[in-house]
DNA sequence: TCACGCGGGAGAGATA
DNA sequence: ATATCTCTCCCGCGTG
């Protein structure tokens, strides 16, 4: 199972249990007509980063026929060397709030405020850690999914964005209802701060490569 | 022309 | 009480 903070994911893992309940139905139907993508969906997520175990090309190249390689908008310093995070690998109880909204190029002052907002409280869910337990999901899959062979970047489809907006509109209790047009606008204000970057292709983001390789290290650790 | 996605900017709510 | 962060909301623009 993937684990982030004991506490933080267990409650945020039951909410989405609670989520999915919702969708319960739509999902059910959905699924049986999709049991072979699903499969090989669960192939991609392994294999997001290009470092692990071989993705099966063949059935992503059926799934993913028409995409073609983002082109990364290079406004922040692309993906640092990964030797520049002195406290990986040095605390065992850090949550995933402490590795992942923390890219290195995040200035000082934005880095200590965060770095006590995610020890401190970690209540509160974040978009983005949202987002990644959506994309690690395979159930969510028809909603948000991995894009095979590009590191970090994954793609929402265009039938069912508003679902993962709904979702995350519910997880935050909002009254109104959340859309992807909202949500999205959340998304691209990630890039300020480099947790993710939004790529020059419809519906299209991509975590930094310094937060996608510590959730992928943390995630590998808790296997 | 139109629908859709994107980005700017202001402001609300939560937190330190 | 204040500053800061993280969205949320609205609006206009660009593109297919």
């Not at 402490?98 to 509160?124: E, M």
């Not at 949202?130 to 028809?142: A, G, I, R, V, Y």
Request: net charge positive; charged share 25%; with cysteine.
């Amino acid at each position: 199972m993937l684990m982030f903070d004991a506490d933080l994911y267990q409650n945020s893992f039951q909410d989405t249990q609670s989520d999915l309940e919702v969708i319960l139905e739509f999902l059910e139907e959905y699924y049986r007509q999709n049991a072979v993508d699903n499969v090989d969906k669960l192939c991609w997520t392994a294999g997001v980063n290009e470092r692990s175990a071989p993705v099966d090309d063949a059935s992503c190249e059926l799934r993913w026929a028409s995409y073609e390689p983002p082109y990364i908008k290079p406004a922040l310093p692309p993906f640092l060397g990964c030797d520049a995070r002195p406290a990986l690998g040095q605390s065992t109880t850090a949550s995933l709030s402490d590795y992942g909204s923390l890219p290195n190029f995040v200035s000082t002052r934005q880095s200590t405020k965060q770095q006590a907002t995610a020890a401190g409280s970690g209540r509160k869910v974040r978009l983005f850690h949202f987002l990644f337990e959506m994309l690690e999901d395979p159930n969510m899959t028809h909603c948000v999914s991995w894009v095979p062979a590009a590191n970090g970047v994954f793609r929402f489809s265009s039938r069912n964005k508003d679902q993962v907006a709904a979702l995350w509109g519910q997880r935050k209790g909002n009254k109104r209802p959340m859309t992807y047009q909202k949500m999205s606008r959340a998304l691209r204000n990630y890039a300020r701060s480099g947790e993710i970057f939004k790529v020059k292709k419809k519906l299209t983001y991509q975590f930094s490569q310094e937060t996608l390789m510590l959730l992928q290290k943390r995630h590998r650790g808790d296997l």
